[in-house]
């Protein structure tokens, strides 16, 4: 509603909205969408270096009118923004002062500094219409009377003010939930989406086992006594058997729903079909070789498999120049049928995240999907890595429902997965993980969800868990 008090952002948001339902119908070629992201490339290019401090200086020697292509070797004569920067300079990474923002949000800050991520109306309408017409594809399913939860991690964070505005954009009514505040707890949170009938929920996957953790702790059925259609899950590193099992949990459809950082914003948003699609109205997506920085060359598939690098095509608070996220993903191009005409992407976690077990390297997604293809029905998981007589081993926790209702678990077939993937041992034990499970969105997925036994170092981002899995509200 803001929009109506400022004719030019008015006609603004009319032309980005326009833009992206345009392109989600399927009326761009791809030549419109080169045209598009090479314009806003150098666009970018030249408003950071007129408007930020640090690129003035870090892009000195970049001419935008020299770069013609969005090809490699053009991208290429740009140098990376890396998160050294970004704690490095603070706000000098800016191209607006914060009196221009609408609202300041920050990183957490639980393994180093925060840094400042405000955002101008021109950051949340480019962010929030792309999420909205993709969103679209999903709420659409399930009618027009919809109570949507939104339980995010904190209020310094974007999470509530950017699903309250998209489900304001399409309709639907908003609760919003911290289950972790003291002045909330997770029993009036349960008590919230119950009262209410929500028929959605926005969380992180750890929070929606816990919630129904906590639901069952309270003599509650979450698929009976609830009755959520949709679960949008976001934060996370979210494997598809992870997923499905949240479904089976709750008795609802679950969507890897975003991939965003409060840095980067959004960079991915699901589809109806439970793809993650790219928005390459909003980003120009690079996949490089991590060790390297070497672009990376597709497969025989078109699929390439490295870090991904974005540079925003928006010129708000806080754009980024080929931003080296850190996340490992495999970007896949755009395919016929699909529901919307963008490449998709599988986060495959952080590249300092990929371990080697017997030998074997494997991403966190790769090892979470490994571990949880087979069992169903569990409330909560994490994976202990052992060395035992220079062998590496496993052990999969699994927190269980006391009745067992709706369990389904195989050990042996578990088992045999492991071995066959990884050549080690798989051992199992049962009972309650405590909450450092819910704590992937805050410090990190691994830091949540494995306990890396090997190393003879502390590890600080373990450490940092704990540190918060104690300090919340239970």
């Not at 140098?79 to 704690?87: A, G, V, W, Y």
């Not at 990474?93 to 300041?104: C, E």
């Not at 931003?323 to 993903?329: E, I, S």
């Not at 170092?457 to 300090?471: N, Q």
Request: net charge negative.
């Amino acid at each position: 509603m803001f929009t109506v008090f400022d004719d030019e952002l008015d006609r603004t948001a009319r032309e980005i909205r326009d833009r992206h339902r345009s392109f989600a119908a399927g009326r761009w070629t791809g030549q419109d969408l080169e045209s598009h992201q090479l314009d806003a490339f150098r666009a970018t290019l030249e408003y950071v270096k007129k408007h930020s401090v640090f690129y003035g200086r870090h892009l000195a020697d970049v001419d935008p009118a020299s770069i013609t292509s969005t090809r490699p070797e053009q991208l290429a004569t740009v140098p990376f923004t890396t998160k050294d920067h970004l704690r490095q300079e603070f706000a000098d990474v800016l191209s607006l002062p914060m009196h221009k923002a609408w609202i300041f949000y920050e990183t957490t800050g639980t393994t180093g500094r925060s840094t400042p991520c405000p955002r101008d109306n021109t950051d949340s309408l480019h962010n929030n219409t792309a999420l909205t017409v993709y969103y679209d594809t999903i709420f659409r399913q399930y009618g027009d009377e919809q109570i949507i939860g939104v339980s995010g991690p904190t209020e310094l964070h974007a999470f509530g003010d950017t699903f309250g505005e998209v489900c304001r954009n399409l309709g639907h009514a908003v609760a919003k939930m911290w289950p972790h505040s003291p002045m909330v707890g997770f029993d009036r949170a349960l008590e919230t989406l119950r009262e209410l009938r929500a028929t959605g929920l926005f969380s992180t996957p750890g929070m929606a086992l816990t919630l129904a953790k906590k639901a069952r702790a309270a003599g509650l059925d979450p698929r009976r006594d609830f009755r959520l259609d949709v679960i949008m899950c976001t934060g996370e590193l979210a494997s598809p058997s992870l997923l499905e099992n949240i479904g089976e949990v709750w008795g609802a459809r679950v969507y890897n729903a975003l991939y965003a950082s409060q840095e980067a914003s959004v960079m991915g948003a699901a589809g109806r079909d439970g793809a993650l699609y790219t928005a390459p109205l909003l980003n120009l997506y690079e996949v490089i070789d991590p060790d390297t920085g070497a672009a990376v060359e597709p497969g025989a598939d078109g699929v390439r498999t490295g870090e991904l690098v974005v540079t925003s095509l928006y010129q708000g608070s806080k754009p980024l120049v080929r931003y080296r996220t850190g996340d490992l993903v495999r970007l896949t191009p755009p395919a016929e049928g699909r529901v919307l005409p963008a490449p998709t992407l599988e986060v495959l976690g952080r590249t300092r995240d990929t371990l080697t077990i017997g030998g074997r390297s494997i991403s966190g997604y790769d090892l979470e999907e490994l571990v949880l293809t087979h069992p169903r029905g569990y409330l909560d998981y994490q994976v202990v890595i052992d060395a035992v007589d220079g062998r590496d081993e496993l052990t999969l926790r699994l927190e269980l429902p006391e009745d067992r209702t709706g369990l389904r678990l195989d050990e042996e077939e578990i088992a045999r997965a492991v071995d066959e993937r990884l050549g080690v041992p798989l051992r199992f034990e049962y009972g309650p993980l405590g909450s450092v499970t819910t704590t992937g969105a805050m410090v990190s997925w691994k830091a949540a969800r494995v306990e890396d036994r090997r190393p003879a170092a502390p590890d600080e981002e373990r450490a940092a868990a704990l540190a918060v899995a104690g300090g919340r509200a239970q």
